[in-house]
């Protein structure tokens, strides 16, 4: 079993007492008390556990290893000594390595207080031997652990370093999968999530969330609710794929807690995670290549964001191996944003936006793909978002027109797909069945920005605006722009871009698990997550 930690930092005692309890109703197995700050009076100490709502981890960290607490060692002794003193044992003592090294004297004591091969029987309590790095992964891990490993009053290894990139949790998943005594293997920043949410997914005692989200002991530790609910901890096990977005940044992406929802709701084993990749070509390529070459890790695939979209063509076309292939069109547009490994281990990339955007107007329209042959179709923007828009239209025989500020850059698209252009201000005597709007133009916090002049009494736009139009801004936040208010006021079919989001995730989750993926779902998630935002 892997437990799931609360830690606390303790301020009080009634204050880290109800903590527990609230970790407790949270769904929390374990609570680490972080005594750094807390008191100089031993009893305090003993009062703490005798008192916890939930077994717990006692830890006062040393500010030279990143903790809080800058007293003498003997104080800090004494405290850590009365932890075991009454009745109710705590189920582990925290203690770094190199103060277990450094001192024969506390390395003595301490062994009276936790549970020692050579006192049988004399406590239940465990001792966590625990080394932490918070800028780098330290040169001497594996010394590191070998020392904690050999050490015989240690029944528990933990390490957690700063994560450097992504590949730095396959390391802890294989410290943790190696040792023969329980093993907590953690990455701390942004780029360690997935050695916290896959810590049962790899066996590891415990995993760390804090109650939440200002009161983590480390970083990058997720809440508990996060990890729960959002990473599906009580249906993770070692079977489970791994799926996740990868861009850069990638943060605030709104996929992982609608692909999960989905898994929820469809019976999937899986997870789906922020997975951040510097730009560069050669860190997507190292990165990818070692995910996919962990078999244990079950990787599945994964959405593609900015900037990589054109790297993860490029990945596919000279890393896939056999069997990998890249779908045309998305050959085409130069960009694909999805990532799925198949069942044999070949790779396949496509573009699923530009298929979002189709069906979207498809349905707004009430035709088939067929049916776009002949229907004008204005792009408004040239930039990524547009490309994928224009070659999907003009792929079904749409003509289209893309309109852009910048003119040039408006031709230049247009005529990579057989199209024309035209420069923005021309979009007032357009003459089009469907608008699109791919530019930034009203987003949050410019909400009162449209690329259309609807509000006009002059403008010629709108007296062609009208039912039968179709209007799709791909802006979702916020969900209802001034552009499709406007639009629905004059009559138009109007399409939010969360609608071009749900379809392109749920063209994504079709390919993983081979489930149609339960729109609604899709939709409530990212409509709650876009309100609280």
Known sequence: MTYLTAAIAVHSLEQALGAAVRAAELGADLVEYRIDTFTDDPNDVTELVQRSALPCIITCRPTWEGGAYDGDEQTRLSLLE????????????????????????????????VDDPDRPR?????????????????????????????????????????????????EAFELIGQQVK??????????????????????????????????????????????????RWDSLNADTRVFGVIGYPVGHSMSPPVHNAGFDAAEVNGVYLPMPIPTEYEHFKATVATWLATPELHFGGASVTIPHKENLLRFVREEGGAGSEVEALAERIGAANTLQV??????????????????????GLKIQRDGLAGKQVAVIGAGGAARAV??????????????????????????QFGETAAKLDDLASSNADVYINCTPIGMHPDVEAS???????????????????????????????KLL??????????????????????AQFKLWTGKDAPLEVFRDVLAGHLKSS
């Open 182 to 231: 329980p093993t907590i293997a953690l990455c701390m920043g942004e780029c360690g999530l997935a050695s916290r949410v896959l810590a049962k997914k790899f066996g590891a005692l415990l995993t760390f969330a804090s109650i939440d989200g200002d009161t983590g002991t480390a970083p990058g530790q997720p809440t508990l609710g996060e990890i729960k609910k959002l990473y």
């Open 451 to 481: 690329p259309l002049d609807i509000s006009n009494q002059q403008s010629a736009i709108r007296n062609h605006l009208g039912p039968g139009v179709v209007v799709f801004d791909t802006i979702y936040n916020p969900i209802q722009t």
């Open 390 to 415: 224009v070659a999907g239209f003009a792929h079904y025989g749409a003509t289209v027109t893309v309109y852009n500020r910048t003119v040039d850059r408006a031709i230049e698209l247009a005529e």
């Open 342 to 363: 198949r069942e044999d281990g070949s790779l396949y990339a496509c573009n699923t936006d530009y298929a979002a955007a189709l069906d979207a107007v498809c349905d």
């Open 122 to 170: 004399q406590s239940d309590t465990g001792l966590i031997l625990s080394s932490h790095d918070f800028e780098q992964r330290p040169a001497d891990l594996l010394r590191k652990v070998k020392d904690m490993a050999e050490a015989p009053l240690c029944r528990v290894i933990k390490v957690a370093w700063q994560a450097r990139s992504l590949r730095d949790n396959l």
């Open 82 to 113: 009365h932890a075991g003193v009454g009745a109710r044992k705590p189920a582990y003592i925290d203690l770094e390595l190199a103060a277990f090294e450094k001192s024969a004297n506390l390395r003595q004591k301490i062994s009276l207080v």
């Open 485 to 506: 208010r406007e639009a629905a006021a004059a009559g138009c079919e109007t399409i939010p871009g969360t609608e071009m989001f749900v379809r392109q995730g749920a």
